[in-house]
C-alpha cells in the first residue's frame, strides 16, 4: 500500500494517449473557409449560401455561427486565406515592385482570387459591412507595398514630399483592375512600362504638392 506523499512507481502510472493532428474544431474550421472560398470563387459572393457550406464542409450551421456570426466575416476570413504578398528590399522600387507584380500573378492563376475579389467588390458598393471589413484586410495587405515606398523614399529614389498612400493607390489600382480580366496574360512587360511612367511622374516636380511648394517658393524668396 503507498503512503501518503509517495508516488506510484512509473509502472503503475496509467499511459496518457496523446491526440495526433490537430484540434477538431480547427479542422473543421479550415473545411469551413475551404469551401467558402469555392463557393465565391465559382458563384461569387452573391451565390454564398450557408446551406452549401453545411452540405460541402459536413458541419452544422451552429459550428459556423458560433465563429463567424455574419455572412461578411464568414467572406472575409475566407479571402484572408489567399496568400498574402510581400515585398523585398532589392535597393531598386522598379524591382521590387516588379517582383510583387510576379507574386501576384501566380496567386491569380493558383487561387480564385480573380473571381473571388471582384464578387467581393462589386457587393461592397451596396454592403457597408462587407465593405468596411473588406477595406481593412485590403489595407494590411498593402502594408508591404508601402513599406517598399517608404523605403525608396529613404534612398533618395523618391522625393520626400511623396505621398505614400497617394502612390500606393496609383500604383496598385491597375494591379487590382488585372483582377478583373486578362488573367491569362503575363503582366510583367506591360507593367514594366507603366510603373516607369508611374515612377516618372512621382519624381516629377509637377507632383509636389501645393502645399510643399508654397513653402519651397517662400524659402527661396528669404
Not at 34 to 48: F, P, Q, S, W
Not at 59 to 74: A, F, H, N
Not at 119 to 127: K, M, R
Amino acid at each position: 500500500m503507498k503512503k501518503q506523499g509517495e508516488t506510484a512507481p512509473s509502472g503503475d502510472a496509467v499511459p496518457q494517449k496523446k491526440r495526433v493532428g490537430r484540434p477538431q474544431d480547427e479542422e473543421r474550421g479550415e473545411a469551413i473557409l475551404t469551401v467558402t472560398l469555392d463557393i465565391m470563387g465559382e458563384r461569387g459572393y452573391a451565390g454564398l449560401t450557408v446551406a452549401e457550406i453545411v452540405a460541402r464542409a459536413r458541419v452544422s450551421k451552429s459550428t459556423i455561427y458560433r465563429r463567424w456570426p455574419t455572412k461578411e466575416e464568414l467572406a472575409i476570413a475566407a479571402f484572408d486565406r489567399l496568400p498574402e504578398l510581400e515585398v523585398m528590399d532589392r535597393g531598386d522600387l522598379l524591382e521590387e515592385l516588379l517582383d510583387l507584380i510576379g507574386q501576384y500573378q501566380r496567386v491569380l492563376q493558383s487561387t480564385p482570387l480573380g473571381s473571388v475579389l471582384p464578387g467581393l467588390v462589386s457587393e461592397a458598393a451596396h454592403n457597408p459591412a462587407l465593405a468596411q471589413a473588406l477595406r481593412a484586410t485590403i489595407d494590411r495587405r498593402r502594408q508591404p507595398t508601402k513599406a517598399a515606398l517608404r523605403r525608396a523614399v529613404g534612398r533618395g529614389e523618391l522625393p520626400p514630399y511623396t505621398d505614400v498612400d497617394q502612390a500606393d493607390e496609383i500604383i496598385m489600382a491597375p494591379l487590382l483592375q488585372r483582377s478583373f480580366y486578362a488573367m491569362e496574360q503575363d503582366m510583367l512587360d506591360d507593367f514594366r512600362q507603366m510603373l516607369t511612367i508611374i515612377l516618372a511622374g512621382l519624381r516629377s516636380p509637377a507632383a509636389r504638392p501645393p502645399l510643399a511648394e508654397a513653402k519651397a517658393r517662400g524659402r527661396g524668396a528669404a
